[in-house]
């Protein structure tokens, strides 16, 4: 028996190929740098943060039947990180991404390949509401069908749920599970798509957060890169600023966030002890070329506060 915190995280896992150029890009154009194989996707991104951050990690994932999805099944179980309830697909591919980095180590264009993610089917939710139900909060992800997210929110209205947004194209898949929400965590493209509302001044962002806190969400984070974080709870609305750190890679760092803002809530710490933790978690991840930081642990996030 364990008295770790557990969360539950329902989300993609894959292979990223990431390029980092060395000089500014051309496009149409052959760049010259250097390429990494790492193992991302943002649910295995932010599994893999809570383990390190010492939370009982159950991962509910989707697995083809290859090499490319051994290499990250091997990985968590090597991290013990629980895996058993996932899916595994033997008509799909496993899941990739792409990116390519700009010479300042910022993501200049992705391409992600994630089919195994479609139509996936009730029973992957139905046959796991008992375990899920026994977490302390459920993450969830816009990898995910928006049909699959409806229903894990539908069928489990008393669970704590906190969305990451993932992107500007995928975050709308969970428009219509906003008021189901604990927290919601995302960046300022994905706020103002999901809030219908546009940012003219820094002030704007608060407004969204309160949109999102009308709606019942309880908590809300709006990552605003090197502007810092709009936050929100019933009791106050704020815009944080963020230390400015060279980034060596900067996929992955929401998904240190959301583990940062998991760990406060589980803390009890106030909201802006907890957005200060994940700013931290999110600044240590992009020191490091991969998408998880292999070295993060509390008392690293703890050193590096500000």
Request: charged content about 25%; glycine content about 6%; hydrophobic content about 40%.
């Amino acid at each position: 028996m364990t008295d770790k915190p557990k969360i539950t995280v329902i989300g993609a896992s894959n292979i990223d190929l990431i390029g980092f150029s060395k000089e500014k890009l051309i496009y149409k154009d052959a760049n010259i740098g250097t390429l990494e194989t790492i193992l991302g996707g943002v649910g295995r991104n932010i599994a893999e943060n809570l383990k390190h951050l010492d939370f009982n990690v159950e991962f509910l994932s989707v697995f083809a039947d290859d090499e490319f999805s051994k290499m990250i099944t091997d990985s968590c179980n090597n991290l013990e990180i629980s895996i058993m309830h996932s899916l595994i697909r033997k008509d799909r591919k496993s899941s990739f991404f792409m990116a390519i980095m700009d010479r300042f180590n910022d993501m200049a264009l992705g391409l992600s390949a994630m089919d195994i993610y479609d139509n996936i089917p009730d029973s992957f939710i139905l046959d796991n509401l008992e375990i899920i139900k026994q977490s302390d909060y459920c993450v969830i992800e816009t990898n995910l069908p928006t049909s699959i997210l409806e229903l894990v929110t539908e069928k489990l209205p008393d669970t704590r749920f906190a969305l990451e947004a993932v992107s500007a194209k995928k975050a709308l898949k969970a428009k219509s599970i906003l008021n189901r929400l604990y927290i919601l965590k995302c960046n300022a493209l994905e706020s103002e798509l999901l809030s219908n509302i546009k940012v003219e001044y820094e002030s704007d962002y608060e407004k969204i957060v309160e949109h999102f806190l009308e709606l019942g969400i309880k908590k809300v984070f709006i990552t605003l890169g090197i502007d810092g974080v709009a936050y929100g709870d019933e009791n106050e609305i704020y815009i944080g600023k963020n230390n400015i750190i060279t980034p060596v890679n900067t996929n992955g760092a929401g998904d240190a966030f959301m583990a940062g803002v998991l760990y406060g809530e589980t803390k009890g710490m106030e909201l802006y002890d907890t957005m200060q933790f994940a700013s931290s978690c999110a600044q240590i991840t992009i020191q490091h070329k991969n998408a998880v930081h292999p070295d993060i642990c509390v008392q690293m996030v703890l050193n590096n506060l500000p």
